[in-house]
């Protein structure tokens, strides 16, 4: 089971973008998927989270600009970025916890980072 993050890629102020996080592989379930960000110096950061129970977290520095979304059928995670900064520039990350096998415990996967950058 691997997670495959696209979508990233180089916008100016106020543009969008959408970021993608796939699920390959088979799995029985997904508790929780999200995407962190992180720039170089700094740590890894939550930018946004769904859980199976429709829990939505934001980072106060995005809400109302980003969006999170899961499709279940697809076993995706989309995060829709609108109004972006230049303060978003970052490598986003796909992270997401998943039972594999039932009954399980969850595990937690991180995918590759995509890279996102904004300019003013």
């Known amino acids: 089971v691997q997670l495959q993050a696209s979508g990233g890629g180089s916008v100016q102020a106020g543009g969008s973008l959408r970021l993608s996080c796939a699920v390959s592989?088979?799995?029985?379930?997904?508790?929780?998927m999200a995407w962190y960000r992180q720039v170089p110096g700094k740590q890894r950061e939550l930018v946004a989270r769904?859980?199976?129970?429709?829990?939505?977290t934001y980072a106060d520095s995005v809400k109302g600009r980003f969006s999170i979304t899961v499709d279940g059928a697809k076993k995706t995670a989309y995060l829709q970025m609108n109004s972006l900064k230049s303060e978003d520039t970052a490598v986003y990350y796909c992270?997401?916890?998943?039972?594999?096998?039932?009954?399980?415990?969850?595990?937690?996967?991180w995918g590759q980072g995509t890279l996102v950058t904004v300019s003013s």
């Open positions: 992270n997401a916890a998943l039972t594999v096998t039932a009954p399980s415990y969850p595990t937690e996967f």
């Open positions: 592989g088979s799995i029985f379930s997904w508790n929780r």
């Open positions: 769904r859980t199976a129970a429709r829990i939505t």
